[in-house]
């Protein structure tokens, strides 16, 4: 994969220090871009390039720093590829986005309340008994912050460009696109995230410092108090996840269920109204897993099991053509 003259010009002034605002976004986007499963690397100036921001990855992460050189093989495969994604989602947060987004937004539940938070990005989190959610009235360029204390069941609109970003206590959690049940307070040790579905990464503050980072995959739990990372429980995963989205609209997944009761499942989740509707999809039945979709995605599936279309005003959405035949 041959190494744009430009990146090659910005990372040497990230090196130095120098970029400009500007020049950050272009060097990030550029990392942001899918790796393929391996790297054919010629000349040795891609190859210490390679290698040094290879390093300060490592480095941003909280490796240990080796004594040794390192000549790197035709690899980056799959686990250098996940370690080089949310490497680069780590480093672009820490080092493109100190500061933390004033928020302008600011959600507080009673206790034994679940209340839906919609998010700018369209995210959508579940925030549950005594907790608080403060998020931004936007989001910034290079990430979507937030900060939760208490417990929220967050289900985050997948973008490898734009990293999310939950600041609880003496942890940040950061994810691409994912959805996972986090408990967090004010103690040292008073964090438990169990992710469902896609990947985080899991960081403490000590004494304003970054520690390393802890990745969590779907299926999986890490509790601080502990400080290891474990398969969510002895329990079969459906009974689980059902206990974790207890009183949420997480799980929308039908099976043979009427299109009207999943239309009604919609505005209940995305905060929608489906207008003009006069009966057309009574009879149509529909099998179909969408939870974890996105509001747009989610119809375009819906439309296309019952070959209609659709148009979204606002916050309204109408359906036209297709339909089924009574059975």
């Known amino acids: 994969m041959d190494v744009p003259e430009n990146i090659k010009y910005l990372s040497l002034k990230w090196k130095k220090g120098t ?11 550029w990392y942001d871009t899918p790796l393929p499963t391996s790297l054919e690397l010629e000349g040795s100036d891609e190859q210490e390039l390679k ?11 909280g490796y240990e720093e080796q004594r040794t050189i390192v000549k790197f093989p035709v690899w980056l495969k799959v686990a250098a590829a996940v370690i080089l994604f949310f490497g680069m989602s780590f480093l672009a947060y820490q080092y493109f986005n100190k500061a933390v987004v004033p928020a302008a937004n600011e959600q507080v539940v009673s206790a034994g309340e679940i209340r839906r938070v919609i998010l700018p990005d369209s995210s ?34 997948h973008d490898t460009r734009w990293p999310f970003v939950v600041r609880s206590g003496h942890y940040t959690t950061t994810v ?11 103690g040292d040790r008073d ?17 304003g410092q970054d520690s390393k980072v802890v990745f969590v995959s779907a299926n999986q739990t890490f509790k601080a108090e ?3 990372v474990q398969s969510l429980g002895s329990l079969p995963k459906k009974e689980i996840i059902q206990e974790i989205t207890a009183g949420t609209q997480y799980d929308m997944a039908f099976e ?8 009604h499942r919609f505005e209940q989740k995305f905060d929608v109204h489906f207008e003009g509707y006069t009966g057309e999809y ?10 974890n979709q996105p509001l747009q995605q989610s119809l375009r599936l819906l439309c296309g099991a019952i070959n209609a279309t659709y148009k979204i005003h606002d916050n309204k959405i109408q359906l036209t053509g297709g339909g089924c035949f009574d059975e």
């Open 19 to 29: 970029l400009t605002e500007q020049e950050k976004i272009e060097l990030r986007n």
């Open 51 to 61: 290698a040094l921001l290879f390093k300060k990855i490592k480095n941003a992460l």
């Open 124 to 157: 959508i989190v579940w925030l549950k008994g005594k907790s608080k959610l403060s998020y931004p009235a936007t989001f910034g360029k290079t990430t979507r912050d937030v900060s939760l204390s208490g417990e929220a069941l967050f289900e985050i609109r």
């Open 176 to 186: 691409l696109g994912t959805s996972f049940n986090l408990k967090t307070g004010a």
């Open 191 to 207: 964090f438990d995230i169990s992710v469902l579905t896609g990947k985080v990464g899991v960081m403490k503050i000590i004494s």
């Open 226 to 228: 502990s400080d290891k």
């Open 256 to 263: 043979k269920t009427p299109v009207e009761e999943i239309m």
């Open 282 to 291: 009574k009879s149509c039945k529909i099998t179909a897993d969408l939870t």
